[in-house]
């Protein structure tokens, strides 16, 4: 095949990708918004908020990676036209989700002790509680919102998420505006008031999805008929065996960067609020990844009910490709620019904290500098995990996500950061160690696996 042949499904690819792309991004940007928001009260409150985040993201990595296993049953039911199909994986999801949102609510309230016994220091950990107690339970609307979103991914309408999340985004910034400078006559609460904005965005964006699902014709044969009575054992267990490898692949992933953040922290408070204004940056390049691997997983599956697993090949090499040179851009764009996003979210006109703002730009500064360098991997691993889940492969991807992140990644980040001068750098360093090590394993994955479906095709 020449590269036309794939190029040429970059539009569809995109036209697919984009609603999401444009739903994360605006999650993520209300996410830096928080991040710039709070940088202004201090270093301490920016270090606060990445500490009590990095419990939730590990949470929310569990419940949304369990919630993608929707997509890829709706997506093969859609591709079959079996509408039975499809209402009973999205009801059944539903219904783990909500419970999934609960339990997880739960862990996390009652795991706030050992954010003590972490090494952290003793100021952030005081400002971290209160907001972690608002924020964990949003976990809940969160999570039910994910089962929504998994569903209306798998029938190719991306577009209802992007809304969502657009208008709930809109709701957090205007009430960390007031709440969190107590503006007009709201109090002035700080952090806590940026914790409020999030999970009143969290239930706006879940009741807007089902507001607006529910008027669609297209949709109300699945929303028909939902009851407890209904829900069975062996679709929850079918569900279940593909959501859980999913939400370990994810936590594998996002457990990773949340130890970077623990690390970094133990390095300092300047350490750690660099480790997050870095952070904020890459995840907002991630989130075109993170759009085209829903693509994938979308497309993939419509290709697997179809049973055309030569056109299945295609299609997810021309979203390997298409990842691969925006990350290339995204990679330039650090590079480049690596000194300036920094200043954005500290306040260098605040005295006080002069010399702290100062050091956490230029570790910042020099944290893009790797990021640029693994957004790149990043993007490769995200985009084929999409395409592995697309064929409901995700139990081998599990153990290598895991070999990657825990067995090659973790390690290097502990040795370099804390053992060598480098510091921060060295922990992000062995970020990317771990990034690539996952992009290589799960590409041999898909390939392996892909090139067996067609040989067993053909031989039918």
């Not at 829900?231 to 959501?243: A, D, F, P, S, T």
Request: glycine share 8%; with cysteine; charged share 15%.
């Amino acid at each position: 095949m020449t590269l036309s042949t794939y190029t040429k499904e970059f539009s569809y690819n995109l036209k697919l990708a984009y609603p999401i792309i444009l739903g994360m991004l605006g999650h993520t940007v209300v996410g830096i918004v928080d991040n710039i928001m709070v940088g202004k009260l201090g270093p301490t409150e920016l270090a606060a908020v990445s500490l009590g985040n990095s419990f939730v993201f590990i949470a929310m990595s569990l419940g949304i990676g369990f919630s993608t296993a929707i997509t890829p049953l709706v997506a093969e039911a859609d591709g079959k036209e079996d509408i039975e199909k499809g209402r009973s994986a999205f009801h059944h999801g539903l219904y783990l989700c909500t419970i999934l949102g609960v339990v997880l609510f739960g862990i996390i309230y009652f795991s706030k002790p050992l954010i003590a016994f972490m090494g952290q220091p003793e100021n952030v950990v005081e400002l971290a509680k209160p907001y972690l107690d608002i924020v964990a339970f949003s976990l809940i609307p969160l999570i039910m919102f994910q089962a929504y979103k998994q569903f209306a991914d798998g029938m190719s309408e991306t577009h209802y998420s992007m809304w969502a999340t657009i208008l709930a985004n809109i709701v957090n910034v205007v009430l960390n505006y007031l709440l969190i400078y107590g503006i007009w006559i709201f109090p002035e609460l700080g952090i806590v008031g940026a914790a409020i904005g999030t999970i009143a965005s969290r239930f706006v964006m879940l009741g807007y999805m089902h507001y607006m699902m529910n008027l669609k014709k297209k949709f109300h044969p699945y929303f028909k008929g939902f009851s407890l009575k209904e829900i069975k054992r062996e679709v929850n267990l079918k569900i279940i065996r593909l959501g859980t490898p999913s939400a370990m692949q994810m936590f594998f992933e996002v457990a990773l960067f949340t130890g970077a953040i623990w690390l970094s922290g133990s390095l300092g408070e300047t350490n750690q609020a660099a480790n997050q204004i870095a952070l904020s940056l890459a995840s907002f390049t991630f989130m075109f990844a993170m759009g085209l691997s829903v693509a994938a997983m979308i497309r993939v599956g419509n290709q697997k009910g179809l049973e055309d697993f030569k056109k299945l090949r295609l299609v997810a090499f021309s979203i390997f490709l298409l990842a691969i040179l925006l990350e290339i851009i995204f990679a330039t764009i650090f590079v480049l620019f690596h000194k300036d996003f920094p200043a954005l979210f500290v306040d260098l006109d605040n005295m006080k904290d002069l010399a702290k703002n100062t050091e956490v730009i230029t570790i910042a500064a020099e944290l893009l500098l790797v990021a640029a360098v693994f957004q790149i991997s990043d993007g490769i691993q995200v985009v084929v995990l999409g395409a592995l889940r697309g064929l409901q492969d995700v139990k081998v991807p599990m153990y290598m996500t895991f070999i990657a992140y825990w067995v090659v990644g973790f390690p290097i980040s502990i040795y370099l950061g804390v053992y060598t001068s480098l510091g921060a750098i060295g922990i992000w360093i062995g970020l990317l160690a771990g990034l690539t090590t996952a992009a290589v394993l799960l590409f041999i994955r898909f390939n392996k696996e892909t090139k067996k479906l067609i040989h067993q095709n053909l031989s039918l």
